[in-house]
Structure formats: C-alpha cells, structure tokens
C-alpha cells in the first residue's frame, strides 16, 4: 500500500464556541431567585412560537433591558462573548464590528419534571447562545435528561453507511452532538443549526439564558 | 391586472402515507399482550428507561400469529405505499425483494422516543398498537413528529412562515391512532413526542428496503 501525502481539513465546518463565567455562583443564586419570582402570567411569552407547556416556563424576549444588577453583568457577559465569536469566525475586525447596530432578543427557561423543548432554529438571527443558571439534578436512569442537543446540519448524509464511514470521528462524525450544560457555561453557534432540549427528568428545577443576535449597519 | 391564476405545485415534495391495517388491528389486544408479556419476562431491550421500552429488531423473526400477521401486513402496506409513488408495474413490483426489521415501542406517561433516523433503509413503517387519550393541554401529546428536512430557510417574513401544506416550512405531527400505519422514508429524521396522558403508547416499527435484480452495494444490517 502506497502511502500519499493527504491534506485533510473538515469542509462546511459548523462554529461551535464555548465560554465559562469565573465565580459565577452569586450571580447564578440572584439570577434563579429573579427568575423563580417573575416566572408569571406578566412575564410569561406572549406569543410563543413553539407549543407552551406547563412543564417548562417561557420569559418575554426582553431579558437585557431589564435594569436589575445580575441580569446587566450577565448581559455583559453573553454579548461580550457573541461578539468574540463574531471576530473568531469572520473576516470582520473590532472596529468594524463596532459600526454594527447590535441587536439580540434574550429570554430564560425554567423546566421542571419531563419539560423539553422541540428543535428549532432560529430564523432572522445570525448567532445564538444559550447560558446556564441553573444545570438541575442529573438522573441516572435518563442520561440524556435535560441535554442540549445540537442536530447535524448534514442531513441525510448518513443514510447510507458501511463499515469505512460508520466510524467516522468528530469533526467528521455525521450525528447529534448532546451537551450536558454546567451552570456558568455558555455555548455560541449559528442560529441556522437546529438544536432542542431532551425532556428533563430532574425533580428540582434546569435554568437558561438564551439570546438570539442579529447585526445591521 | 391578469387574473389568469398561477400554477402552483410542490416541488421537493416528501411522501408520507397513512395506510389503514384493519385485519391486524383486530389482533391489536393479542399483540399488547404478547409486548407486555415479553416485558414482564425482562426480554433485553435495545433501549430501556422507566418510562420507553424498545425491543430489540428481531421481532418479526418471532413464532407467534398475530406477530407473524403483523409483520406481512405491514411490509405490505410499506409496498401500497411504495407502488403510490412510483410508476412501478405489477411484474416490477414483484421482482423487488423486500427485507425488512422490526420492533416494538412502549412509551409510558412523560416518556418520549429521541429523535432517530435509519441509514441502509428506505422506508420506516410506524404501526399503532394502542394510542392514550389525546391530552386535553399538549396538542402535540406522543405524536410521530417528522423533523423538517430542507435546508433550513433563515430568511421568513409573513407570507412564508404563513404558508399552507404542503409548503408550510417546520415539523410534521401526525398522531398515531390505532390500526393505522405511517409510511415516509427512513432517512428522514423523526421522534415521539413526551406523552401528556396517563396510558401509554404501543407502537411497531419496520424499516424496509426494497432489493432490486441484481442490485448491489446493500449491505447488511
């Protein structure tokens, strides 16, 4: 067997960034004190774009102009974070993401016993986020209770497999990626990919700040 | 202003099939049976939580008639489909080899079946067992959802994401009722909804293809 010399590098890459907020723990415990006390008819979505359930509480998309101090640092910290993501993934400078008009929709999560939510993406938005407040209880017997699951935007690439594709290694790999969110951590991507939460198995409660960005000139 | 109205078809289009199997939904009761007794009987499972059971693929290898029935009939039903969308003849049609795997889905109350799709298959057939009462606060209640399939259109305005079927964009529910069969093919990316209802959900899976003369490159499963 001959052995050429091959360049291999993934093509039509999907950025996935991830970022952990230092010594979040207070911010977190007046983040879910907030949220538990607003999670009301005043406060609830409106207009939910997906089908309500009573298991998992949906905010307005007002969430960053709200004036209160946690709510500000941790606005602080997820657009921050877009706009790093922004930089590290396009040809675009600070400054010139700095002309920008940034905008963002930004809303909490609060899901209880066998809440999830559907997959979706999210039309009319560039880059999404999602950070975490509250991880809740991991339960053994539902591993894959309350991920965050990303679907492959590759879609029917794995209908055919045999034994030279099957095992193909991240980044290559054709399948969902699952994420176990830790409280503090927050995840970027394009809002293209679609993405969905198992249902939550937890007895106590799973908390997330999700934002949808989008720029104009 | 011309009022010569447009012509408007679907390009793209998905097939998806509804095909009532009235001889076996009389054996529907003899089947929850069987699936609770092999259960009961701690028969491994390919994926077990408290609240979704799923059997292992071989069941239409099993003796019993009413399986056996089952098993004939939906690969049958799979075919009616197949002959709908096609321009098959009869003596085509029968040159086709079908094989075929399947298996049985007890889903309990809050329990779902993750979304899933089958490579080296063709089509999935999706027979109902036994369906709970439709919940009176979750429209979407253990329905089959088949997960949109195009290039996902990010740019929407009002007259888009307003559309009618078959050109409405997202997510395609149908609600499993017993006796029925859903038929669409098996690459397209689908689950079960978490069930809002206090019975649970009793469904059969088949994935088939179709071996053509001759044909190559299928390898087993």
């Avoid at chain 2, 889905?105 to 490579?119: E, H, K, L, R, S």
Wanted: hydrophobic share 45%; aromatic share 10%; proline share 10%.
């Amino acid at each position: 067997m001959v052995s050429p010399v091959l360049n291999v590098n993934p093509l039509f890459a999907v950025p996935f960034g991830e970022a952990r907020l230092a010594a979040c723990d207070q911010l977190n415990q007046e983040l879910e004190a907030l949220f538990l006390q607003r999670e009301n008819a005043e406060h609830r979505n409106p207009t939910p774009s997906h089908i309500p359930q009573a298991e998992t509480f949906e905010s307005r998309f007002n969430l960053f102009h709200w004036p209160e101090a946690c709510v500000q640092e941790l606005r602080r910290f997820m657009l921050d974070a877009v706009a790093r993501m922004v930089i590290e993934t396009t040809t675009l400078k600070a400054e010139d993401l700095g002309r920008l008009k940034f905008h963002n929709h930004t809303w909490f999560h609060v899901s209880r016993y066998a809440g999830s939510f559907i997959a979706h993406n999210h039309p009319m938005a560039s880059w999404s986020a999602v950070y975490c407040v509250r991880a809740g209880e991991s339960v053994a017997e539902h591993p894959d209770s309350g991920v965050l699951r990303f679907l492959d935007t590759r879609q029917g690439a794995n209908a055919f497999t045999d034994p030279a594709i099957l095992p193909l290694k991240r980044p290559y790999a054709v399948r969902p990626l699952d994420i176990r969110l830790a409280a503090g951590q927050l995840v970027l991507f394009p809002s293209y990919v679609f993405h969905e939460v198992a249902p939550f198995y937890g007895r106590d409660t799973r908390i997330t700040v999700a934002t949808n960005c989008w720029f104009a000139p | 202003m011309n009022a010569t109205p447009p012509i408007v078809v679907p390009i793209l289009a998905t097939p998806f099939g509804v095909v009532p199997l009235p001889d076996v939904e009389a054996h529907n009761p003899a089947l929850n049976e069987l699936f609770s007794a092999r259960m009961r009987a701690g028969a491994s499972a390919v994926q077990s939580s408290p609240l979704c059971y799923r059997s292992p693929d071989d069941l239409f290898e099993r003796p019993e008639q009413p399986v056996a029935q089952l098993a004939a009939a939906m690969v049958r039903g799979v075919a009616t489909v197949v002959r709908a969308v096609n321009d098959f003849s009869e003596d085509q049609l029968r040159s086709l080899r079908p094989e075929a795997r399947g298996w049985f889905t007890v889903v309990q109350p809050d329990g779902g079946v993750p979304a899933a799709n089958y490579p080296l298959t063709a089509w999935c057939g999706i027979y109902c067992v036994a369906a709970p009462e439709p919940s009176s606060t979750r429209h979407d209640s253990g329905v089959l959802r088949i997960y949109e399939s195009h290039f996902g259109p990010m740019f929407a305005d009002a007259t888009t994401a307003a559309m009618r079927l078959p050109f409405r964009p997202g997510h395609y529910g149908w609600r499993p009722v017993p006796g029925q069969m859903a038929v669409f093919p098996a690459s397209l990316t689908h689950e079960i909804a978490p069930i809002r209802s206090r019975e649970p959900l009793v469904l059969v899976t088949v994935r088939v293809r179709f071996i053509g003369p001759g044909q190559q490159g299928v390898a087993r499963w």
